[in-house]
């Protein structure tokens, strides 16, 4: 059974960084694409970054250049380096498996909390 684990979340200052992890039991995160989304209550949830199979990564504009996803086959982890982070980033955020390996629909984690203090 495919379960997605997220961790890294916690507090930190404006201009701080934090780095993020996920693991995917029963599924190889470099054969799939993978991202990370975030949500805050009352809204809807949001596309962060994406990595697909060829290593190719897509950003929402409101994180361009200061997040970056990235993975690491040999740990069968995905991350997510926050930097520069500002208090529009606190969120709810959620590790995502593509379904058949793809970024139409996902398998889902817990989330983790980040919550950033001006």
């Known amino acids: 059974q495919i379960q997605v684990k997220e961790s890294g979340g916690g507090s930190v200052q404006a201009g701080g960084s934090l780095k993020l992890s996920c693991v995917v039991s029963?599924?190889?995160?470099?054969?799939?694409?993978m991202g990370w989304f975030r949500q805050t209550p009352g809204k809807e949830r949001e596309r962060v970054a994406n990595?697909?199979?060829?290593?190719?990564?897509t950003y929402a504009d409101s994180v361009e250049g200061r997040f970056t996803i990235s993975r690491d086959a040999a740990k069968n982890t995905l991350y997510l380096q926050m930097n520069n982070v500002i208090p529009e980033d606190t969120a709810m955020y959620y590790c995502?498996?593509?379904?058949?390996?793809?970024?139409?629909?996902?398998?889902w984690g817990q989330g983790t909390q980040v919550t950033v203090s001006s």
């Open positions: 995502a498996a593509g379904r058949r390996g793809y970024c139409l629909s996902y398998y």
């Open positions: 029963e599924y190889t995160v470099s054969r799939g694409c």
């Open positions: 990595i697909e199979v060829t290593g190719s990564t």
